[in-house]
């Protein structure tokens, strides 16, 4: 892999009343930022001398709960040999301009502003007595936030709190995914809607040894930029772009640097993703990821590290765009 030479990106524009179009070819700069704290994420890109069509097709002021349908933008970015889905959302403002010889279109997106705009609950949706985990698996089924398999990840200890917690006369019939943060901000969980998927994390989430099996490593070898800088939490690092690294998600780091701070001088050491930023421009050396992460011991889990109760399975890969 090497920094300038065999660098993708292009973006997927998508809406319901108008065929598909994928760019590509052209000179490309993003930035998409997403964080533990924050329900959803952010992308902006802007895109050179696109189509006098195109250009038309991607103007738009900003975005409401009235703007729907929604555009929907993809963006793949990576490398030749490892490239992937870095951010998808719906376009909330968009526009040209020219500047010099170049028309210059600059757009700005947000995960799931279609599912936060449209899922409102209805007068039927109330109820008298439910428990918190039954009232979860409701809003996170419905139609509008529809969550994948494994959004839901919380050890047994929190998904039994949950069970056993009563609810009584409420009603969600304003918007469903401020509905599902208020309920879950109360046992200290927290929600990220990334690229269309609802996730679901405890603020301190044990590892699950079946997941961190599966994670990405991230090292000299597979584009680590300088060394990880060790903070009293977790980690912060630089390395070439990684679309595998993903917010909420586990990911290890072997480095000498982790090995000297481990007591019992392991190289590769876990830790969840709390942070995320893709920076990228095709045209310059700017192409890389900054990530936090989070050290979080196994300790947390009640019997070996090798057995982990009730954990359901990691939601599936996000297909590629066709090319």
């Given amino acids: 892999m090497t920094l300038l ?20 070819g052209l000179r490309i ?5 997403k964080f533990f704290e924050r ?19 991607l103007v738009k002021r900003k975005a409401s709960a009235e703007s729907a349908p929604f555009t929907t933008i993809t963006l793949i970015a990576g490398f030749e040999d490892k490239r ?13 301009s020219r500047e010099g010889p170049d028309w210059i279109t600059r757009l700005e997106a947000i995960t799931g502003f279609d599912q936060m705009a449209s899922a409102r609950g209805k007068e039927s949706d109330s109820y008298d007595t439910i428990t918190a985990l039954a009232l979860v698996e409701k809003l996170l089924g419905s139609q509008h936030l529809n969550a994948a398999p494994g959004a839901f990840r919380i050890d ?9 917690t009563i609810l ?44 961190e099996q599966v994670s990405p490593i991230v090292s000299p070898d597979t584009g680590l930029l300088g060394s990880p ?25 072997s480095s000498e640097t982790t090995r000297q701070n481990d007591l019992l001088g392991e190289e590769t050491q ?12 095709t045209h310059a050396d700017e192409f890389f990821s900054e990530v936090t992460g989070a050290w979080f011991p196994t300790s947390q889990f009640t019997g070996s590290k090798n057995t982990v109760p009730d954990l359901l399975p990691e939601a599936t890969t996000q297909s590629e765009i066709p090319t």
């Fill in 270 to 281: 876990t830790f969840t993703c709390t942070g995320l930023k893709h920076v990228g421009d």
């Fill in 229 to 253: 800088r060790m903070t009293p939490v977790g980690v912060q690092l630089q390395t070439l772009l990684n679309h595998e690294i993903r917010v909420m998600k586990l990911f290890r780091v």
């Fill in 168 to 211: 009584t006369g409420n009603a969600y019939s304003g918007n469903l995914l401020d509905e599902l943060v208020r309920v879950l901000a109360q046992f200290g969980l927290k929600v990220n809607l990334d690229d269309a998927e609802v996730l679901v994390a405890k603020a301190l989430s044990p590892i699950n040894p079946l997941e």
């Fill in 84 to 96: 992937g889905t870095i951010f998808r959302g719906n376009l909330v403002q968009g526009f040209s």
């Fill in 39 to 57: 329900t959803l994420n952010v992308g902006s890109m802007t895109v050179f001398n696109l189509r006098p069509d195109l250009r038309s097709r």
């Fill in 29 to 33: 700069q993003f930035q998409v930022e």
């Fill in 156 to 164: 047994p200890v929190q998904r039994a709190k949950l069970a056993t």
């Fill in 5 to 24: 030479f065999d660098r993708i990106a292009k973006l997927l524009i998508q809406d319901a009343d108008k065929p598909d179009e994928i760019i590509t």
